[in-house]
């Protein structure tokens, strides 16, 4: 009997198992809905069949078959969200790699500051060699500015005010009377006084010029010609200086021969000539404690430029006249007593006249510029 109820158990259990079975190969249409209804026929036949433990083992395994395979379905599909890992794509944060980009600007921003700072120190080595090759004291009349304080040569031994360094020429004769203190004088002021030109056929070329920084037109010995004056023009223009004398004889030929050379200038001179007038020194570094100096017989100075003395009453009249000609310097003086040595003896102003004329006339970055 007992047999007989388990074998119809069994056989229930087999035909509901069937069911099932049709029910899932069906495509599972039915669903919750069906589940909980097989559940709940399957737990009242049970009851019906008195046998509780063989029916609960039965409804768990048929439940648990079903339950197990809903929810194994359904947490591995949500896994997919999890899955999502947005997290990961959060990985965006890698983009805060851009600071690294920030560092990169500092490291060329302090790169740059050293390097210019090295320049710097190059600069001021050259400097420190450059002051390192000056020295103490100018070498004489060697032609360069040893102490580097801007100017050439600028010695003067003796402290009297006179450049040590210049380079006279003298262009011409004397004049009626004996130069020879005059020129042992530029020589003993450190200068050198080489005098020129005194054939009557002399041509003047850039070699005659080439040696010296200024110029004395002493008494010409023919008139020059244009192209000749030319080359004087050229030489005053690119930084020598001129000192101009005249009053030689009283006709037009000394005017004639003296302006050939030196009318390139804007100055000449002209008639009348002044015999012993009475002279009206205008202050000016030229004239600085020279006013003693006398004007025996000289012509007019005509033209625009600095006036140093005029004939006394009249104010539009020049005996002496400087101007500037490029980058040089001239003086035109009416006379030409100042060069002879009886005007030495009898005139001690004409020595400090000559230091006043040179040094104003001198080339500006020689020795000193009083200009």
């Known amino acids: 009997m007992a047999d007989h109820g388990l074998s119809f158990l069994r056989s229930r259990t087999l035909t509901l198992a069937s069911s099932c079975a049709l029910m899932f190969a069906c495509g599972d249409s039915s669903g919750d809905a069906g589940d909980d209804e097989v559940g709940e026929s399957q737990g009242s036949e049970t009851q019906d069949g008195g046998s509780s433990g063989d029916a609960d083992a039965g409804s768990s395994s048929g439940e648990s078959g079903t339950n197990d395979g809903s929810t194994d379905a359904g947490t591995d599909t949500s896994t997919d969200t999890e899955t999502s890992t947005d997290t990961e ?3 965006d944060t890698e983009t805060s790699t851009d600071t690294e980009t920030s560092t990169d600007t500092e490291t060329s921003t302090d790169t740059g500051t050293e390097t210019d700072t090295g320049t710097e120190t190059d600069t001021e080595t050259d400097t420190e060699s450059e002051t390192s090759d000056c020295l103490p004291d100018e070498i004489i009349c060697d032609g360069l500015d040893d102490d580097c304080n801007g100017l050439i040569d600028d010695v003067d031994v003796g402290n009297d005010g006179f450049c040590d360094c210049y380079r006279i020429g003298i262009i011409g004769t004397v004049g009626a ?11 003993e002021k450190g200068t050198t006084a080489d005098r020129f030109g005194t054939a009557v056929d002399h041509q003047l070329t850039e070699a005659d010029l080439a040696d010296f920084d200024i110029l004395i037109v002493d008494r010409l010995t023919h008139q020059y010609p244009p192209e000749q004056q030319a080359i004087l023009q050229t030489w005053i223009e690119s ?19 003296q302006n050939s050379l030196v009318s390139f200038t804007g100055l000449t001179y002209e008639t009348p000539i002044y015999i012993n007038p009475t002279e009206d020194w205008q202050v000016h570094p030229i004239t600085e404690n020279a006013t003693s100096v006398q004007v025996y017989g000289g012509w007019r100075v005509a033209g625009v430029g600095e006036v140093f003395v005029r004939p006394a009453g009249e104010p539009n009249n020049s005996l002496g006249t400087t101007t500037e000609i490029g980058d040089g310097v001239v003086v035109v003086f009416s006379d030409e007593w100042i060069s002879f040595d009886s005007e030495w003896d009898a005139i001690p102003e004409v020595e400090t006249f000559w230091s006043n004329m040179v040094n104003w006339v001198g080339p500006e970055e020689l020795c000193f510029d009083p200009q």
Do not use: C, K, V
């Open 177 to 187: 009377n004996p130069a020879s203190n005059f020129e042992a004088w530029l020589e």
């Open 89 to 91: 794509t959060s990985t």
């Open 239 to 257: 930084g020598h200086g001129l000192i101009s004398m005249a009053g030689y004889t009283n006709n037009a030929t000394d005017r004639a021969q």
